[in-house]
């Protein structure tokens, strides 16, 4: 009888022991999965920023180039209205990205890229005295631009 108890004991042990490996293996894989989960939310959230900061100042940036056109073009007082109206707008709507991007991605070189890149472009309007200013302006902000998207396509790959 004692041997039989003695098989029982350890077949008990065994299967106990069994479980709680065979739980902690789950728990383990469920805490790998939930973090690779996160980090994808993360990086989905870091393109989203970079991508609408982009587009956004993008916008922006043909805003102020058609508003300094309208100025060196002497067009009507309305028109001229309408687009400082846009350019209002479009500057606002720079806000919402950046702030995303501030906040999500703490990398230093990115985020000068984004100053730069939003700075040059709001320099745009100190640039309507000729044409020639107009187009150096917005050349150097698009030449901003794209160094900004290469620096953050750099971060996020990296970041992956």
């Not at 108890?5 to 805490?31: H, P, Y």
């Not at 989960?37 to 609408?52: C, F, G, K, Q």
């Amino acid at each position: 009888m004692l041997p039989t108890l003695i098989t029982a004991a350890l077949a008990i042990t065994g299967t106990l022991l069994g479980a709680i490996v065979s739980g902690r293996f789950q728990e383990r894989a469920a805490e790998r999965a939930a973090h690779i989960t996160h980090s994808e939310a993360v990086r989905r959230d870091r393109l989203e920023a970079v991508t609408a900061l982009a587009c956004a100042v993008s916008d922006h940036r043909r805003a102020m180039w058609m508003r300094g056109d309208a100025i060196l073009e002497e067009l009507p007082a309305a028109r001229k209205q309408t687009l400082l109206d846009e350019s209002h707008m479009t500057r606002s709507a720079v806000t919402r990205p950046l702030v995303a991007v501030r906040v999500l991605i703490e990398d230093q070189a990115v985020r000068a890229a984004a100053e730069r890149m939003i700075t040059l472009t709001y320099a745009m309007h100190d640039s309507w005295s000729s044409r020639q200013a107009l187009t150096d302006a917005r050349e150097g902000a698009k030449v901003a631009h794209d160094d900004f998207l290469d620096v953050a396509a750099r971060y996020l790959g990296s970041a992956a």
